[in-house]
């Protein structure tokens, strides 16, 4: 089995960073992508970033455009977000997903447990 572990929240001031990391552990045969989303209060979960694993190709959305890198460590199966000059509209809970395959079974879909950012002074 295959489990995703965030960690790196936390209350932060505007303007402020933190570091995400998402850890992929278990039965890891290969990695196809990273991706975060997040859920603010009351709405639904959006798109936030996403990196290829092999060749480290990423994609952001355009509210993160410059504030947000993400990044990973293939030795450790490990994914990050970077987030720079935040803002309170950050404020959500923040999942990793990732495209996963175990040996003998084909790629599937996996969640984090997901992790709270606050942004507010």
């Known amino acids: 089995q295959v489990q995703l572990v965030e960690s790196g929240g936390g209350l932060v001031q505007p303007g402020g960073s933190l570091r995400l990391s998402c850890a992929a552990s278990g039965s890891v045969y290969n990695i196809y992508n990273m991706q975060w989303y997040r859920q603010p209060p009351g709405k639904q979960r959006e798109f936030v970033a996403l990196?290829?694993?092999?060749?480290?190709?990423?994609n952001d959305a355009d509210s993160v455009k410059g504030r947000f890198t993400i990044d990973r460590d293939t030795a450790k199966n490990t994914g990050y977000l970077q987030m720079n000059s935040l803002k309170p509209e950050d404020t959500a809970v923040y999942y990793c997903n990732a495209v996963i395959k175990e040996e003998h079974y084909s790629p599937r879909n996996y969640w984090g447990q997901g992790t709270q950012v606050t942004v507010s002074s």
């Open positions: 990196i290829e694993w092999s060749g480290g190709r990423t």
